[in-house]
Every structure is written in C-alpha cells, then in structure tokens.
C-alpha cells in the first residue's frame, strides 16, 4: 500500500519493483496534490499515490470532491494548486468522456481509423487495423453504421476502441457505465481492463460500486479533503494529511 491520502494500493511496490529490475513501466506518481478554485477552498489536498501501467485505478468521491478536476491534472490540463504530477514513461494520453463524442454522419469504422490516418498511416493499413480493433469490442457487425445511429452501449465501446487505436501510455475515463444498463456495463468494464492489460495507466471516475469493486486500486477522495488551510489533521498524523471535510464544488 502507498502511504497516501485515499488511495488503497499496492501500486507503489510494483513501481518500485519494476524501477529495479530496469524495466520501462509506465506510471504516475501524485506528490502531495491539492486543488483550490478559490483561495484556501479545497476541493482536495495532500494526495499521495502511484499509478502504474496493468493497473485500473477507481477514482471515487462524493459529487464536488473534484473527481474532474483531478482528471483533468493528469491530463496535463489543469495546474494543480499545490504539489506535482510526476510522468515516467507515461506521455501518450487518452481521454473517454463520459458522454461519448462522435460525429452523427461518419460511420464507425472512420471513427477509429482517424487517430491512424492522422499519424500518417495509410488508409488501407488503417482500415485493415481499424477493424481489427472493431472485432475486439463487438463493433464488427457496425462498422458501416454511421456514429448516431450506435447505442449507449456502443458509443462507448467505439470510444475505447478509438483509444485502443493509437499508443496509450495513460487512458483517463469519466464515468463509463454512467448511463449504460447492466449488461452494456459490464462489457465496457471487461475492455477496459482489456486496455489496461496492454500496458496502460488506467484512471477511471466512477460512482459506480461494480465497476469499483472491478478496479486494482481505490483513489478516495473524500479521504483527501481539507477544511482550511494549515488546519492539522486530527488522528491523521502518520501521514501528515489535513483533516477531513466538505469539499468545495
């Protein structure tokens, strides 16, 4: 386990691990992360964990407890207010919103060839892939269909599987079986952990306790919450966190 505020894991070791075996693991390490939008208002604070690539990490927390936010920090979008994100071997990001983005006219199977074409793949090799990833998630049988006619479901196994289409070394999603029945939720799940098996970071916000308890590891927020600046941390001394409290939304 990281010593660390919220996070349940056993992440550290095997970065560690890998680190003396001189093996290139990708992996993000949070050092001491806090994120105020208004001075001394924390939404979380003193958040310490690794995240390594094989792994799902569940990042959990009440509504407020800055959950997007702190996607957005590893994203590389957001300047955390305190402390730093540290990337090893992890430069390649994906992100899966958790309402999934397409364009209603083009057909699934452009959606996914699109990352490769862009990278300079030819279009031949790119379709060939392209569906090849398709047969992966199930989206073989409607790769012809044009982006609005998909359902829930399939609109967020195109979104992995547009991931899966370009290198990952970190894949960020938000809320994945959000809106999905049971069924469709598992199966999402079961990809992901498919992605994560490629050698991917995987961060993925969720209030969804099936796809949590599906998860390597637990980031908590509501463990890293803080009531004001400076304020100690009572019975939490060991690990020098802030008390704990509301966050800000």
Not at 126 to 154: C, K, M, T, W
Not at 186 to 192: E, G, K, M, N, Q
Request: charged share 20%; aromatic share 4%; hydrophobic share 45%.
């Amino acid at each position: 386990m990281s010593g660390s505020a919220g996070v349940v894991s056993a992440s550290a070791d095997v970065a560690v691990g890998a680190a003396i075996a001189g093996e290139a693991t990708a992996y993000v390490h949070l050092n001491d992360l806090g994120h105020a939008y208004t001075p001394g208002d924390f939404l979380f604070r003193h958040l310490n964990a690794t995240l390594v690539a094989g792994r799902i990490h569940a990042l959990i927390g009440p509504s407020g407890s800055g959950k997007s936010t702190l996607l957005a920090i590893l994203a590389g979008w957001l300047e955390p207010t305190e402390g730093a994100v540290e990337r090893h071997h992890a430069d390649a990001m994906n992100w899966v919103p958790q309402l999934p983005l397409g364009v209603a006219g083009r057909n699934v199977l452009d959606h996914v060839a699109l990352p490769m074409l862009v990278a300079g793949v030819p279009r031949e090799v790119a379709n060939g892939e392209a569906r090849r990833i398709l047969g992966q998630f199930g989206l073989e049988d409607v790769e012809d269909h044009p982006y609005g006619s998909l359902s829930g479901g399939e609109a967020q196994r195109l979104m992995l599987a547009r991931a899966a289409a370009t290198k990952c070394d970190l894949l960020l999603v938000d809320e994945p079986t959000a809106s999905l029945d049971r069924n469709s939720a598992r199966t999402v799940i079961a990809h992901i952990r498919g992605l994560a098996n490629r050698g991917c970071v995987v961060v993925v916000a969720t209030h969804d306790l099936e796809l949590r308890d599906a998860c390597d590891d637990v980031v908590d927020l509501a463990d890293a919450q803080d009531r004001g600046i400076d304020e100690p941390a009572a019975g939490n001394s060991a690990t020098g966190n802030s008390a704990q409290g509301e966050a800000a939304s």
